[in-house]
């Protein structure tokens, strides 16, 4: 079974406070991705990596960046949190071919 | 500009009947549509898929229907079982890529 891991499932965080969060997966996927879900609003993607290094924007990168310096990590950045970005965030990785991707178990934000 | 609509943000269905969740798409560039569902505080996990090569697609209680021409698809789950109480989410793939586009959900509720 694919294992799509987020080390942080809850957190609290101050406005102004610079915010990692942490993705790992064990099937030597090529493709991660961030998302973020909130109410009446549907899962809207934030940046995707199709490689180590490689990055690009989705549809709501503003405020985030992200990190793939290793093929099974993806770390999501929250340079300066605010209260707008509280939400849940969702990690998921897939195959360069494949046509369905994978989800982590989220993490909680909650910025203060 | 949403791309992949879900016009019903819940549905309450009687244990046994059958549950139909509705999704519209406004771009003739998908290839691929999916259908996540989602329990609380959990990752969305895949569920049913069909290529729009396809109008049809079963896999046991559920089967997923494409109208291209309508752009529409649909996924029937019967009979419904309380464990199918959950959010479901529509997703669509455009050609060529890996990313996908999410429609806001829908939460079914099976009633005993």
């Known amino acids: 079974d694919v294992k799509v891991t987020q080390s942080s499932r809850y957190l609290v965080k101050r406005t102004g406070e610079k915010v990692f969060l942490e993705c790992v997966q064990d099937?030597?996927?090529?493709?991660m991705f961030w998302y973020r879900q909130d109410p009446g609003l549907g899962l809207r993607l934030i940046y995707f990596?199709?490689?180590?290094?490689?990055?690009e924007k989705g549809d709501i990168p503003e405020g985030y960046s992200v990190s793939r310096e290793k093929k099974e990590r993806f770390s999501l950045i929250l340079e300066s949190a605010s209260t707008n970005q509280t939400s849940m965030y969702l990690c998921?990785?897939?195959?360069?071919?494949?046509?369905?991707?994978?989800f982590g178990e989220g993490s909680w934000l909650t910025v203060v | 500009d949403q791309q992949v609509k879900q016009n019903s943000p819940s549905l309450s269905v009687q244990e046994g009947r059958i549950s139909i969740l509705n999704c519209d798409y406004t771009?003739?560039?998908?290839?691929?549509f999916l259908w996540y569902k989602k329990y609380p505080a959990e990752g969305p996990t895949f569920l049913i898929s069909?290529?729009?090569?396809?109008d049809k697609n079963e896999d046991g209680r559920f089967t997923v229907f494409l109208n291209k021409s309508a752009k529409h698809l649909s996924l029937h789950i019967v009979p419904s079982q309380p464990g199918d109480s959950a959010v479901y989410f529509c997703?669509?793939?455009?050609?060529?890529?890996?990313?996908?586009?999410f429609g806001q959900g829908t939460r079914l509720t099976i009633n005993p």
């Open positions: 998921a990785s897939n195959t360069g071919s494949g046509n369905t991707i994978y």
């Open positions: 099937m030597d996927h090529e493709n």
């Open positions: 997703a669509a793939r455009f050609q060529g890529a890996q990313k996908l586009v």
């Open positions: 990596s199709y490689d180590v290094k490689m990055k």
């Open positions: 771009n003739s560039m998908f290839d691929y």
């Open positions: 069909i290529s729009s090569i396809k």
